[in-house]
């Protein structure tokens, strides 16, 4: 027995004697033989340098200890049941490495001795991917990550042009160029451009008169005040914020499940922007409104609501996969986060450190695992189906009050339709059975008992629908923080099931002054988000949300890439100009009324569109502002202009846009089966078609025919997020206004308004270039326009009065041309 215990212990030593030779050996035999193996034959699509095929990364020890898509590729001492061995060797049934071919039986021994010798690597355990391969010192430097500044305005040669510290930076620009500004815009021009600019709608014949005839200094700011306290402003400006949040009143697009919340949002955004609310209080709320304190039940709803800005994009809410659903949705989050407030493209981080901007993949997954930690989707009961997260919104004992008066109007409905397809199914019986009975006269039953079935039918379809949409306490669509909270680990290749280590919740580090605060146990992280995104300290936030506004007042903003501040984007052609207005904006308020304001007055914006000579020569691209640069409407401009010119645009005080009170509207209401409840858009309110575009459904999956027009003029699919629309100008545009239904009763609404005016030819067409064009009629115009209406007149001029008709074909054409579709 001792003997046995003696050479048991003498072989372990022997043993460890042993491995620890081999393995004080095998470093620099890794070094030599297995090392330059690798970068020869797998580097290529196994690096960090090169691409992470399958999530492997052989670069780093860490890299073959983690593994990829299929765990971990070495097993040190095991060579059978290495992976790496295994897809060397071609006996993987799915692993055959390389692809090109199998390796020379040399090569694949130096891998099976360092794999049998404990696979020493003396290579950094970690990998660059986990530790963020990102110079953030050296990404501190690039213009959009360096603190905003407050640059002194600069002096100009020809102070009298200046109204606006901004016309400072733009005219000095322009006079070290060489290059006078464009003349003033005429007054009809420049009222034209600020209230499509301001509401989106065109001034009508009594503003046009009042502001004409006001010469005081005082007028420009009268009419410029009126807009932004008219409800047109936040219908407009609502709109352009929409286009950052893939807004629809659809879940998801494959299928056609209604987003019945979804107005509710739509409609604070109106209220928020009408108000004015300071732009740093809108991030605040969007992004963790649910965690604000509020002194009132309505502050409390806004609240509430405003986070929907987290839910309301083109969510998938088909997959059985809840572990990929809820990655894929915290990934849309921090990109719509990422890119409305900051004009950053994060989510390119989630499979790898972002490839042109500083921005490492622990950076991602830092911002990522706050929103994992948020409870934004739930499992329901059809099927795989998931749904968008709802919060119940406090009300005011009023609200209460009606609420539940509406409650007992639709109980005595319900009621109503009961008692009635009881007694129709009552009275079909007594027919049926009367029938069966082959009675005399039993055969003339048959249309009666049919005509019962069908109102049996009509009616309970009406009673299922009315179950369905009963009144009850307001939801919107919202979230709260989850009830696991915690930080994420890192997916390989953004594959939440090939796990890497785990990241601290943050922000970016390379927009940050400082480290990121810790996140509190029990809490997602949304608050210290929103403290953070609206801290004056930080570089993006203030820039972004001025360089927003440029662009849609001047066409293009100071830097161009409105949606990406990133190192692949446009530098700002104004940067001094740039940070002036941001520390301006955040100065006053963060007040976005006041910023625009001071822009429309200011004489840069009200210079004409059209340029000189030498500034087309020296600055083709209007880079340097020597012109206001024309501007083709947007889709809703157009619709909501024809309204405007027809004298058909009715106000709308929000509500829901899916009309679903119509049954022919909605379909799979029974509480329980394999699909939700969804709709089938076929049938619109009639007050819609003359009711402003923001209100109106919007649908991803398809265009009803009463919201076509957005397609044709690049509306912004919602399925996508944009902060800047393309501007198209092609022949499919022209013959969609030329042949549609929309357009045609648009012009034969503007005609019956200009006829049922008294006056002559000459004054009636006074009348329809101050509606369309928004100027007076030209003499030459004039002339050519009464020939017009003398050639299609129709009857040979043996009437005097010009027929309607005529009037019509005219007011289309006018509403098709360039003059009305674009804002000079």
């Not at 060489?178 to 600020?194: E, H």
């Not at 286009?243 to 629809?248: E, F, R, W």
């Not at 890119?339 to 830092?366: E, M, W």
């Not at 009763?745 to 008294?758: Q, T």
Request: positive net charge.
């Amino acid at each position: 027995m001792r003997v046995l215990l003696f050479l048991t212990a003498l072989l372990l030593i022997s043993s460890t004697g042993m491995s620890t030779r081999r393995a004080d050996a095998a470093p620099g035999a890794f070094e030599q033989k297995v090392l330059p193996l690798l970068r020869k034959r797998c580097y290529a699509c196994h690096s960090h340098e090169g691409k992470l095929q399958g999530g492997l990364a052989l670069d780093s020890r860490s890299g073959w200890q983690r593994g990829g898509d299929h765990g971990p590729a070495v097993k040190p001492g095991d060579v059978d049941g290495s992976l790496l061995i295994q897809a060397v060797r071609f006996r993987h049934a799915e692993l055959r490495m390389p692809p090109s071919g199998r390796l020379p039986a040399a090569e694949i021994a130096v891998l099976e001795d360092w794999v049998r010798q404990g696979a020493p690597d003396p290579r950094v355990a970690s990998a660059p991917a986990a530790t963020g391969g990102v110079d953030l010192r050296r990404g501190k430097q690039f213009w959009a990550y360096r603190p905003v500044t407050q640059p002194a305005v600069p002096p100009v040669k020809n102070t009298t042009w200046p109204r606006d510290p901004t016309d400072r930076f733009i005219l000095s620009k322009l006079e070290n160029r060489g290059i006078p500004p464009a003349p003033d815009a005429d007054r009809y021009t420049w009222l034209r451009r600020v209230s499509l600019d301001l509401t989106g709608l065109p001034p009508t014949p009594d503003a046009i008169q009042r502001y004409v005839s006001d010469q005081s200094p005082q007028a420009d700011a009268r009419v410029v005040d009126g807009l932004l306290n008219s409800t047109g402003f936040g219908e407009r400006w609502a709109r352009h914020w929409l286009d950052l949040t893939g807004y629809a009143d659809q879940v998801g697009t494959s299928n056609d499940v209604f987003a019945e919340h979804a107005w509710r949002y739509r409609d604070y955004l109106i209220r928020a922007f009408n108000q004015d609310k300071p732009y740093d209080r809108l991030i605040r709320e969007q992004v963790a409104g649910d965690l604000l304190p509020h002194k009132s039940a309505e502050e409390r709803a806004d609240n509430r609501v405003a986070t929907g800005f987290l839910v309301l994009g083109d969510v998938e809410i088909v997959n059985p996969d809840k572990l990929k659903l809820e990655t894929d949705h915290a990934d849309q989050q921090v990109s719509k986060v990422s890119q409305a407030f900051l004009g950053q493209t994060v989510g390119c981080a989630r499979c790898h450190d972002h490839k042109f901007d500083p921005i490492p993949q622990s950076d991602y997954y830092a911002l990522a695992g706050i929103f994992k930690s948020t409870h934004s989707t739930h499992k329901i009961p059809y099927g795989i189906w998931s749904g968008i997260n709802t919060v119940e919104l406090p009300e005011t004992s009023a609200q209460v009050t009606l609420r539940k008066g509406r409650e007992a109007e639709h109980q005595r409905k319900l009621e109503r339709l009961r008692q009635e397809h009881r007694e129709t199914l009552g009275r079909q019986q007594t027919l049926t059975a009367q029938m069966s009975k082959a009675s005399p006269g039993s055969a003339d039953l048959k249309p009666q008992i049919d005509e019962l079935a069908a109102k049996s039918r009509r009616l309970a379809s009406e009673l299922e629908h009315a179950e369905f949409f009963q009144p009850n306490s307001p939801r919107a669509f919202g979230v709260r923080d989850g009830e696991q909270t915690g930080d994420m680990r890192i997916c390989i290749r953004g594959n939440p099931y090939a796990l890497g280590p785990s990241v601290p919740r943050g922000f970016l580090r390379v927009a940050s002054w400082g480290p990121s605060p810790p996140i509190p146990a029990g809490q997602s992280g949304r608050l210290q988000l929103a403290d953070w995104l609206t801290d004056p300290r930080h570089p993006l936030t203030a820039r972004v949300a001025v360089n927003r506004i440029w662009q849609k007042l001047f066409g293009e903003g100071l830097v161009r890439s409105v949606d990406y501040f990133g190192i692949r984007g446009e530098k700002p052609s104004h940067p001094e100009l740039l940070d002036h207005l941001a520390t301006r904006f955040m100065r006053e308020g963060w007040s976005q009324k006041k910023l625009i304001r001071a822009l429309v007055l200011s004489r840069t914006y009200r210079m004409s569109s059209k340029g000189s000579a030498e500034s087309l020569v020296k600055d083709p691209e209007n880079r340097l502002l020597s012109r206001m640069n024309r501007q083709r409407l947007d889709a809703e401009a157009i619709r909501d202009g024809l309204l405007v010119v027809s004298g058909e645009l009715k106000g709308c005080d929000g509500g829901p846009g899916l009309p679903l009170e119509y049954l022919e509207n909605t379909g799979g209401l029974k509480q329980s089966g394999v699909n939700p409840p969804n709709f089938r858009l076929s049938r619109f309110r009639p007050e819609q078609e003359f009711q402003r575009s923001v209100y109106l459904p919007v649908i991803r999956s398809s265009q009803p025919a009463p919201t076509r027009l957005r397609d044709v003029f690049d509306f912004t699919q919602p399925a996508q997020m944009a902060g800047r629309r393309p501007q198209t100008v092609v022949p499919t545009q022209a013959l969609f206004l030329l042949n549609n239904g929309m357009v045609r009763s648009r012009a034969e609404g503007l005609a019956k308004s200009i006829l049922s005016s008294p006056g002559e030819t000459h004054d009636r067409l006074d009348a329809l270039w101050l509606r369309v064009f928004n100027r007076p009629i030209l003499a030459p115009e004039r002339d050519e326009a009464a020939a017009f209406l003398e050639r299609t007149r129709g009857d040979g001029g043996g009437s005097a009065a010009i027929p309607q008709a005529s009037w019509v074909e005219l007011a289309h054409a006018l509403i098709e041309s360039n003059e009305f579709l674009f804002r000079l």
